[in-house]
């Protein structure tokens, strides 16, 4: 399992809220080919075999089973940089 932020939750919900995003949209978190990174994207609904993972009021992310697998035990963050872009990151859970 993994856990989301109160930051990430808000760039999520931010990211989705523009307005051409269609309603009912989230971000999808895929893992590539060879399992050894992840990537993310706005996505209208989630694909077949993807869990739905509610991130807060209006924040979605769609997780494949790939990535769900490289997120065990993780915290997804954002942070913003310098230039006010959305930077998403892991850290790892403490047990």
Do not use: W
């Not at 609904?45 to 924040?59: H, K, R």
């Not at 992310?61 to 954002?78: C, N, P, Q, R, W």
């Amino acid at each position: 399992m993994f856990t989301v932020s109160d930051n990430a939750s808000y760039a999520i919900r931010q990211i989705v809220a523009r307005p051409e995003i269609p309603e009912g949209a989230g971000l999808r978190i895929d893992a590539d080919g060879n399992r050894t990174s992840l990537s993310i994207a706005v996505s209208p609904e989630p694909e077949p075999g993807d869990t739905v993972v509610d991130a807060g009021t209006d924040a979605k992310l769609f997780v494949s089973a790939e990535a769900g697998e490289l997120l065990e035990h993780k915290t997804i963050d954002a942070r913003t940089d310098e230039a006010g872009r959305v930077q998403f990151v892991l850290d790892t859970l403490a047990e």
